[in-house]
Nanobody
């Protein structure tokens, strides 16, 4: 069974960058999909980005396209989310998740990390 653990969150100023990491332990199907989601204060959790387990076919929410990059270090089994040009509206708890289908709907994801807080001040 796979376990996920996020790290790298913090408090930054608008325009700054952060890189989130998600370490995966255990075995997972090589056909799986890894995603990043976030929950802003008072809002529902929303999709941010996803990528196939083999580090192919990244896909982004429109709100982060061109600013965020999802990638995976296959040998180290770590998922990354490079976040550039951060905005106050990016403030949220960020979660990584593992699913079986190439979908942005969180209902397709069965394993979740505990989340890491990102706060962007204006």
């Amino acid at each position: 069974q796979v376990q996920l653990a996020e790290s790298g969150g913090g408090s930054v100023q608008a325009g700054d960058s952060l890189r989130l990491s998600c370490a995966a332990s255990g075995r997972a199907s090589s056909s799986g999909v890894l995603g990043w989601f976030r929950r802003a204060p008072g809002k529902e959790r929303e999709f941010v980005a996803l990528i196939r387990w083999r580090n192919t076919s990244p896909f982004y929410a429109d709100s982060v396209k061109g600013r965020f990059t999802i990638s995976r270090d296959n040998p180290k089994n770590i998922l990354y989310l490079q976040m550039n040009s951060l905005k106050p509206e990016d403030t949220a708890v960020y979660y990584c998740a593992l699913g079986d289908q190439y979908e942005r709907d969180e209902r397709f994801y069965h394993t979740w990390g505990q989340g890491t807080q990102v706060t962007v001040a204006s």
